[in-house]
């Protein structure tokens, strides 16, 4: 056996060295033709190293560790998001009553007061009346179905079928979602449009009738939804739950093998969330209707928490390698959650500042999809008939429970006020609070009245004698505002609105975070 060094060198053109390697090479000299021997021990004794594609393993390092990162980045971004769901959802039941009885006494008393010239109701206090007034008509409604019939209905189909229409229900469910927040928009704007400015509606009349009559089908989609769920619960083999539960794996495949950027990764983000969400209603109502059928047995009761938890698990297993493959496939940090979960803590900051565009759960529905009104009315509906309340006993406790819904939402809301806050100061978004759009002076000459009340509110602002101008706190009342009605758009988009106008239509527009909602196209690119 000889041993053989070679010395390699390599230099430029112009005589500068750049590498010098030395390469041992074994010969067995003996041999003279190859062997299986021979070949058994170069394969055992053969070497090679890695460090000659460092970069190639070090990225492979990074993905795994992205992997590793991504369920407890996901699940930060999916409980900051529940709870905001919960909040818009608790608004319903706790501050919408009190906001509309003082906006009513608003109503009654100012009038007797004699303030002329005073608006009667605010904007806010107009949105929050309809709010109430949809449900009470769309409750009123539902009394005239059968949840049991319903019910008995759905059990008598094969599973095949009723598996096709739980499916079914979920796209039913998204597409619902996306145009009823644009009914409910239209109503808003059509009601508290300025009547000094010429109106291209049908009316308030024919959109509030549309907005009735939306809540009421959505209800019957979600009571169609809960009947499907209670039926796979009270199937003796558990085949049906089995099944549906198994539709979610399916949506790994429909999801993981196609290109997403970070606006569509949001998207789907957000969709998560809210269905997230809104399954656990509808495990509440299932619950609720199963526990009223046994008259509210505990054993019973017990017997449904192992499926209720596989349900969860079976969710929160499918929204982690979900998302874990689509980072995966598309190079995408787990970094990026925190983005998404500063964007939707920008969207309650803003909503708490003196010159809101719109209430915080109106920007909760359009950013993930989730309408609060056609669940609570569900819910509402099952809690009548589950729920029999007789005697000054029962509506004693009915009235502590309303409190502590009231001290529940009270205290969800500071919390999730304070995280925002965090979030959005760790994000450095803090200056983009404070912005104020600025007209431009095409816009000035377009709108000669939007440049008068500009060029007046700098006088004032510039009088010593006249009060500052409002603050930028997140907790102050919001002040009626003297222009137009933003349109149904998120809240940083109501700031940008006269800098997007300026620009051409050739031109492509860039989204953010902050302008893409649940609905919103986005190219499949990555940012």
């Given at each position: 056996?000889?041993?053989?060094?070679?010395?390699?060198?390599?230099?430029?053109?112009?005589?500068?060295?750049?590498?010098?390697?030395?390469?041992?090479?074994?010969?067995?000299?003996?041999?003279?033709?190859?062997?299986?021997?021979?070949?058994?021990?170069?394969?055992?004794?053969?070497?090679?190293?890695?460090?000659?594609?460092?970069?190639?393993?070090?990225?492979?390092?990074?993905?795994?560790?992205?992997?590793?990162?991504?369920?407890?980045?996901?699940?930060?971004?999916?409980?900051?998001?529940?709870?905001?769901?919960?909040?818009?959802?608790?608004?319903?039941?706790?501050?919408?009553?009190?906001?509309?009885?003082?906006?009513?006494?608003?109503?009654?008393?100012?009038?007797?007061?004699?303030?002329?010239?005073?608006?009667?109701?605010?904007?806010?206090?107009?949105?929050?009346?309809?709010?109430?007034?949809?449900?009470?008509?769309?409750?009123?409604?539902?009394?005239?179905?059968?949840?049991?019939?319903?019910?008995?209905?759905?059990?008598?189909?094969?599973?095949?079928?009723?598996?096709?229409?739980?499916?079914?229900?979920?796209?039913?469910?998204?597409?619902?979602?996306?145009?009823?927040?644009?009914?409910?928009?239209?109503?808003?704007?059509?009601?508290?449009?300025?009547?000094?400015?010429?109106?291209?509606?049908?009316?308030?009349?024919?959109?509030?009738?549309?907005?009735?009559?939306?809540?009421?089908?959505?209800?019957?989609?979600?009571?169609?939804?809960?009947?499907?769920?209670?039926?796979?619960?009270?199937?003796?083999?558990?085949?049906?739950?089995?099944?549906?539960?198994?539709?979610?794996?399916?949506?790994?495949?429909?999801?993981?093998?196609k290109k997403f950027g970070k606006n569509n990764l949001f998207q789907m983000s957000n969709s998560d969330i809210k269905e997230r969400f809104t399954n656990h209603v509808l495990l509440l109502i299932v619950c609720l209707r199963n526990m009223e059928q046994f008259s509210w047995k505990p054993d019973y009761m017990w017997g449904l928490v192992p499926d209720v938890i596989m349900v969860i698990i079976s969710e929160v297993a499918v929204d982690v390698v979900k998302h874990a493959f689509i980072t995966k496939f598309n190079d995408i940090s787990a970094?990026?959650?925190?983005?998404?979960?500063?964007?939707?803590?920008?969207?309650?900051?803003?909503?708490?500042?003196?010159?809101?565009?719109?209430?915080?759960?109106?920007?909760?529905?359009?950013?993930?999809?989730?309408?609060?009104?056609?669940?609570?009315?569900?819910?509402?509906?099952?809690?009548?008939?589950?729920?029999?309340?007789?005697?000054?006993?029962?509506?004693?406790?009915?009235?502590?429970?309303?409190?502590?819904?009231?001290?529940?939402?009270?205290?969800?809301?500071?919390?999730?006020?304070?995280?925002?806050?965090?979030?959005?100061?760790?994000?450095?978004?803090?200056?983009?609070?404070?912005?104020?759009?600025?007209?431009?002076?095409?816009?000035?000459?377009?709108?000669?009245?939007?440049?008068?009340?500009?060029?007046?509110?700098?006088?004032?602002?510039?009088?010593?004698?006249?009060?500052?101008?409002?603050?930028?706190?997140?907790?102050?009342?919001?002040?009626?505002?003297?222009?137009?009605?933003?349109?149904?758009?998120?809240?940083?988009?109501?700031?940008?609105?006269?800098?997007?106008?300026?620009?051409?239509?050739?031109?492509?527009?860039?989204?953010?975070?902050?302008?893409?909602?649940?609905?919103?196209?986005?190219?499949?690119?990555?940012?």
């Amino acid at each position: 056996m000889q041993v053989y060094t070679f010395y390699l060198s390599l230099t430029t053109p112009s005589g500068y060295y750049i590498h010098r390697a030395t390469v041992e090479a074994k010969v067995d000299c003996l041999s003279s033709k190859p062997s299986l021997t021979h070949f058994v021990t170069a394969e055992l004794t053969r070497g090679y190293f890695l460090e000659h594609n460092e970069a190639k393993f070090t990225e492979r390092r990074e993905k795994v560790y992205t992997c590793m990162r991504i369920p407890k980045e996901l699940e930060k971004l999916m409980i900051f998001g529940f709870f905001l769901c919960m909040d818009a959802f608790l608004y319903v039941f706790t501050l919408l009553p009190l906001r509309v009885l003082l906006a009513v006494l608003r109503l009654l008393t100012l009038p007797c007061c004699g303030f002329r010239g005073t608006r009667l109701l605010q904007p806010a206090h107009v949105c929050d009346i309809l709010k109430a007034s949809i449900l009470v008509l769309s409750f009123s409604m539902t009394h005239y179905l059968d949840y049991s019939m319903m019910y008995h209905l759905i059990r008598g189909q094969s599973i095949i079928k009723l598996y096709i229409i739980y499916n079914m229900l979920e796209v039913a469910d998204r597409l619902f979602s996306s145009f009823g927040q644009d009914i409910l928009d239209a109503l808003y704007w059509t009601a508290t449009e300025p009547k000094n400015r010429k109106r291209d509606s049908i009316g308030v009349i024919p959109h509030f009738i549309m907005a009735v009559f939306y809540v009421f089908f959505h209800t019957i989609l979600i009571m169609i939804q809960a009947s499907t769920l209670n039926v796979a619960f009270n199937s003796h083999n558990k085949s049906l739950l089995t099944i549906m539960m198994s539709s979610n794996f399916v949506e790994i495949k429909g999801s993981v093998f196609k290109k997403f950027g970070k606006n569509n990764l949001f998207q789907m983000s957000n969709s998560d969330i809210k269905e997230r969400f809104t399954n656990h209603v509808l495990l509440l109502i299932v619950c609720l209707r199963n526990m009223e059928q046994f008259s509210w047995k505990p054993d019973y009761m017990w017997g449904l928490v192992p499926d209720v938890i596989m349900v969860i698990i079976s969710e929160v297993a499918v929204d982690v390698v979900k998302h874990a493959f689509i980072t995966k496939f598309n190079d995408i940090s787990a970094d990026v959650y925190s983005e998404y979960r500063a964007s939707l803590a920008f969207d309650l900051v803003s909503s708490r500042q003196k010159n809101a565009c719109t209430d915080y759960s109106d920007s909760v529905a359009r950013r993930m999809g989730f309408i609060p009104l056609p669940v609570a009315v569900l819910l509402i509906r099952v809690l009548m008939n589950s729920v029999k309340v007789q005697g000054a006993l029962s509506y004693t406790c009915v009235l502590l429970f309303y409190l502590g819904l009231v001290t529940l939402k009270l205290l969800n809301s500071i919390v999730l006020l304070g995280k925002s806050c965090v979030y959005v100061k760790r994000a450095k978004m803090e200056d983009k609070l404070f912005e104020r759009a600025s007209p431009s002076s095409s816009t000035m000459k377009n709108d000669p009245s939007r440049a008068d009340k500009n060029s007046r509110l700098e006088h004032i602002a510039a009088n010593p004698g006249h009060p500052p101008p409002s603050s930028s706190s997140v907790t102050s009342q919001p002040t009626p505002r003297t222009d137009l009605f933003p349109t149904p758009t998120t809240d940083y988009s109501c700031s940008t609105e006269d800098e997007e106008e300026t620009q051409g239509p050739s031109q492509p527009k860039h989204r953010t975070l902050l302008d893409i909602d649940r609905f919103t196209l986005c190219g499949n690119r990555i940012d």
